[in-house]
């Protein structure tokens, strides 16, 4: 696999108007992504000290990558967030040794989505998944779910709707912290009527806001045609030329976004970030301690 790194190692960073102090408290309760891929150790080896990071898990690489990388992130210190992926679970005993597991190595927060196996064990979905996983000492106190404000490519807008509002209600009854991190969507008017809706559904979860780090844009235009957030990607096709203008670089700039929601932030209950860094955490941290320090 090709490093990008050292294609963004001149990331200039921005220089914000001045700083905002909603967006600030935002950026100081992120999470970078990672990957478990060769490039992990240069992403982990880059990571800010004590630094939240959700770890993913994909038929791909299987459930133990995710565990095997969540380990060493919190042997160096850092708050391991795994993914559960309830697909890849072959049964409820399996269920079990993730309980006693997350207990074990001390983590207490877990990210938990349907996953995209394509031939899943008996848990089809999230919350069937919980539901099994509440009943052991598992030593959790907070679990995010899924939430997709440009929609999901094979889950209809009810069925997704109600999967959301299902696992809000099971965390409430099972007396845990929750939150909801959304897909990646790059269109700031898109997401804001995604979560007024929502709210006035009924929809109570903080809510962290999915966005890409700064990584190469072309990357970046790649794996959102991948991950199916078509919508969007057309509003950023729209933009990139201008952003090349601004930028003078190939690199995305996450700042474009947040600008654009700061007035919503805090009526809209966005609480953090979910930082999609394709393991170019490196360019991520500089930029996250631009804003940080502006």
């Known amino acids: 696999?090709?490093?990008d790194s050292a294609s963004l190692s001149r990331w200039e960073e921005p220089q914000p108007a001045g700083p905002n102090p909603d967006v600030q408290e935002l950026i100081r309760n992120s999470a970078f992504e990672i990957i478990p891929l060769n490039s992990a150790s240069e992403a982990i080896a880059a990571l800010p000290p004590?630094?939240?990071?959700?770890?993913?898990?994909?038929?791909?690489?299987?459930?133990?990558?995710?565990?095997?990388?969540?380990?060493?992130?919190?042997?160096?210190?850092?708050?391991?967030?795994?993914?559960f992926s309830a697909r890849l679970i072959r049964d409820r005993g399996?269920?079990?040794?993730?309980?006693?597991?997350a207990k074990y190595v001390g983590v207490?927060?877990?990210?938990?989505?349907?996953?995209?196996?394509?031939?899943?064990?008996?848990?089809?979905?999230?919350?069937?998944?919980?539901?099994?996983?509440?009943?052991?000492d598992h030593g959790l106190d907070t679990v995010g779910v899924a939430a997709y404000p440009d929609g999901h490519p094979l889950i209809g807008e009810d069925e997704r709707r109600h999967a959301l509002f299902a696992k809000q209600e099971l965390l409430a009854e099972a007396g845990?912290?929750?939150y909801c991190s959304t897909q990646m969507c790059f269109d700031p008017a898109r997401i804001i009527a995604w979560l007024k809706g929502e709210r006035s559904d009924g929809l109570t979860l903080p809510v962290h806001l999915g966005i890409p780090g700064a990584v190469e844009r072309a990357k970046l235009l790649t794996i959102g045609a991948r991950l199916g957030v078509g919508q969007s990607l057309r509003y950023l096709h729209?933009?990139?030329?201008?952003?090349?203008?601004?930028?003078?670089?190939?690199?995305?700039?996450?700042?474009?976004?947040?600008?654009?929601?700061?007035?919503?932030?805090?009526?809209?209950?966005?609480?953090?970030?979910?930082?999609?860094?394709?393991?170019?955490?490196?360019?991520?941290?500089?930029?996250?301690?631009?804003?940080?320090?502006?």
């Open 108 to 136: 207490t927060t877990a990210f938990v989505i349907g996953g995209d196996a394509t031939e899943p064990g008996p848990y089809h979905d999230a919350h069937t998944f919980m539901q099994d996983l509440f009943e052991h």
């Open 176 to 178: 845990m912290r929750g």
């Open 50 to 83: 004590q630094s939240r990071v959700s770890i993913t898990a994909s038929a791909a690489k299987g459930q133990a990558a995710t565990l095997e990388l969540a380990e060493e992130l919190v042997n160096r210190g850092h708050h391991a967030i795994p993914h």
């Open 1 to 3: 696999m090709r490093n």
């Open 238 to 294: 729209k933009t990139r030329r201008s952003m090349a203008k601004r930028l003078g670089s190939s690199a995305h700039d996450p700042s474009e976004l947040l600008e654009a929601l700061s007035s919503q932030l805090t009526p809209l209950g966005i609480n953090g970030l979910h930082i999609f860094t394709f393991n170019q955490v490196e360019t991520t941290a500089a930029w996250q301690r631009a804003l940080l320090h502006s």
């Open 94 to 101: 399996q269920v079990k040794d993730l309980a006693e597991w």
